[in-house]
């Protein structure tokens, strides 16, 4: 038995979800948090997270409890690399996204 329980009382958890499988939500997310950079189109997302050449991203969302709410995403995209003229896979960060009303240090961490 654990001494020192946890609780976990956030309203929001993160998950690692299928990128084919969010990628709407994703989508309108992003259209939201950012709109100076001009709506988004599904296609390049599609080719970004799903049809890389050199793999498939993975991406974690933040989601609200109970209801599964998308309120942040943020996603890792594959990229091979030559170091010392050996061919590696390494990974680059993009798209970190956080609706405007959970914009407070504890989700974004959570991420």
Request: contains cysteine; hydrophobic residues 40%.
């Amino acid at each position: 038995m654990n001494d020192n329980p946890t609780f976990d009382h956030s309203p929001v958890e993160v998950r690692e979800e299928s990128a084919g499988q969010v990628l709407d939500e994703v989508l309108a997310l992003l259209n939201l948090t950012r709109p100076r950079r001009g709506e988004r189109e599904l296609d390049f997302l599609r080719w970004k997270y799903l049809e890389n050449p050199d793999g498939v991203a993975v991406v974690w969302t933040l989601r609200t409890r109970p209801e599964g709410k998308l309120v942040g995403f943020t996603a890792c995209i594959p990229r091979r690399v030559l170091v010392r003229g050996s061919e590696h896979l390494a990974w680059v960060g993009a798209d970190f996204s956080i609706h405007p009303a959970f914009r407070t240090l504890g989700p974004a961490v959570k991420l």
